[in-house]
C-alpha cells in the first residue's frame, strides 16, 4: 500500500494493461482511487499506436504507473515485486486470437501459460488479496447444451489459444488450493467497444462496410455462428465485481447472457453507418467454436453481476468511437 496524503491507497498490478480491456479496467478503478502499477510488452500483434494512445489516456491520471515489462521474464517482474506490493493482481495480458494461436502455438504456451505462472508466482510472493485471470468463452469448446455453465466440461478446447487459457485456469486453480490465494477467472465472452481490438470481428466489419469490402462469414450450412456479445462496460464491471469476492478459486461467466447471430450483429452495424454489407461466404475455420452463449446466473448471484449495455446501443458506442479514432 502506499501512503499518499494520508490515506492508504490500495495498489493493483494489471497486466496487459494498454490492452483493449486492460486500459479501460484501469481507467475505471483509477477513478475509483485505486493506484495502479500496469505492466505490458507493447508488442505489436496489432497497431502499438492504439496501446500507446490507451496508455496517454491512463497516464494523466498521476496514481497510474506504467512498466514495460514481458510477462515471461520472471526476473523483471521480481525487482518489480520488491520495489512495491500490491493487494490485488489483475492479469489480463495474453497474447489473445483464435486463428493465429494455431499458427505460432510456441508463442501461446509461453506468454499465456509460462506468464501465467510468472504472475501466479508474483501473486504467492506478494501475498496479494485476490487474482483475477483473464480467460475465455473459448475453454469450452464446442458444446451442445446452451446457455452454457460453468460447470460444462474444459476439457476439449478446439484451438492452441483456448488450451493455453484452460491450462492458465489449471494452474490458478492449483495455486488457489496451494498456497490459499482467492482466484477468480472470468470467461470474458466476445469483448467490444471503444478501443476494441483491431483482430476481432466488430472491428473487422466495421471497416469493411465503410471501405466497401467483402465480408468474410466462416460459417457451415449445418450452422449458424452466433456469440454472446459483450460490451466492455460490461466486462470491467464484471472485473471490478469479483476483485472483493474472496472464496478460494471460482470460476465466472462475464458475458451479456444474450446470443446474437453474426447477421443480426452485422444487419446492426448497417443500420448505424447508413451502409450495406457485402457478404462472402466460406466454409467454416477449424478451432472457431460455432456457438457462445453463457449462462450468467453464477455471476449475478455471487458478484452482483448486472449487465446493462443492449445490442443497438452497444453497437452506437463502438462505432461513434471508430469514427472519432480512425476517421
Ligand atoms: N476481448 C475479448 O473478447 C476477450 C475474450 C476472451 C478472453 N479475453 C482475454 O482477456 C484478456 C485481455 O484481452 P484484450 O482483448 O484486452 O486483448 P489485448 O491484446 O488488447 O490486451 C492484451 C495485452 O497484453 C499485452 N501482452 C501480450 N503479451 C504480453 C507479454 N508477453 N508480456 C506483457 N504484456 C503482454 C499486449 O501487448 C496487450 O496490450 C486476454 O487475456 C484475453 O485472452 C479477451
Redo the contacts with the bound molecule.
Keep these: 500500500m502506499t501512503l499518499n496524503s494520508g490515506i492508504y491507497m490500495k495498489n493493483i498490478l494489471i497486466?496487459?494493461?494498454?490492452?483493449?480491456?486492460?486500459?479501460h479496467t484501469a481507467e475505471k478503478l483509477l477513478q475509483m482511487g485505486y493506484r495502479i502499477i500496469g505492466?505490458?510488452?507493447?508488442?505489436d500483434?496489432?497497431d502499438v499506436k492504439l496501446?500507446k494512445s490507451?496508455l496517454d489516456n491512463l497516464r494523466e491520471n498521476n496514481q497510474f504507473k506504467f512498466i514495460k515489462?514481458?510477462?515471461?521474464?520472471f526476473k523483471s517482474l521480481n525487482i518489480l515485486l520488491n520495489e512495491t506490493s500490491f493487494d490485488y493482481i489483475i492479469?489480463?495480458?495474453?497474447?489473445?486470437g483464435v486463428r493465429y494461436s494455431n499458427a505460432k502455438p510456441l508463442l501461446y504456451q509461453?506468454?499465456?501459460i509460462e506468464?501465467t505462472l510468472n504472475l501466479l508466482e508474483i501473486a504467492r510472493l506478494s501475498s496479494c488479496k485476490t487474482f483475477i485471470f483473464?480467460?475465455?468463452?473459448?475453454v469450452y469448446g464446442n458444446q451442445e447444451i446452451f446457455p452454457i455453465l460453468e460447470t460444462a466440461n474444459t476439457t476439449k478446447p478446439i484451438s492452441v489459444?483456448a488450451a493455453t487459457?484452460q491450462a492458465g485456469e489449471s494452474l490458478c486453480h492449483s495455486y488457489s488450493h496451494l498456497y490459499g490465494i482467492d482466484i477468480n477467472t472470468l470467461?470474458?465472452?466476445?469483448?467490444?467497444g471503444p478501443r476494441?481490438?483491431p483482430d476481432?470481428s466488430p472491428y473487422i466489419f466495421t471497416k469493411s462496410i465503410i471501405d466497401k469490402k467483402p465480408i468474410k462469414i466462416f460459417e457451415s450450412i449445418s450452422g449458424t455462428i452466433k456469440r454472446d456479445f459483450?460490451y466492455i462496460s460490461d466486462?470491467v464491471a464484471g472485473i471490478i465485481s469479483a476483485l472483493h469476492f474472496n472464496h478460494g478459486f471460482n470460476a465466472f461467466n462475464i458475458s451479456s447472457g444474450i446470443q446474437i447471430s453474426l447477421m443480426d450483429f452485422i444487419s446492426q452495424l448497417e443500420v448505424e453507418l447508413g451502409e450495406k454489407a457485402n457478404i462472402e461466404r466460406h466454409s467454416e475455420v477449424p478451432g472457431d467454436v460455432r456457438i457462445t452463449y453463457a449462462d450468467i446466473s453464477k455471476a449475478r448471484s455471487k458478484l452482483g453481476f448486472n449487465p446493462r449495455m443492449d445490442l443497438n446501443q452497444g453497437i452506437k458506442g463502438y462505432i461513434d468511437w471508430y469514427k472519432s479514432y480512425y476517421l
Design positions: 497486466s496487459g494493461v494498454a490492452g483493449f480491456i486492460g486500459s505492466i505490458d510488452n507493447l508488442n500483434y496489432y496501446k490507451n515489462i514481458d510477462i515471461t521474464d492479469h489480463l495480458a495474453a497474447q489473445a509461453r506468454v499465456n506468464g483473464g480467460s475465455s468463452s473459448s489459444y487459457k470467461r470474458f465472452f466476445t469483448v467490444y476494441g481490438r476481432m459483450t466486462a
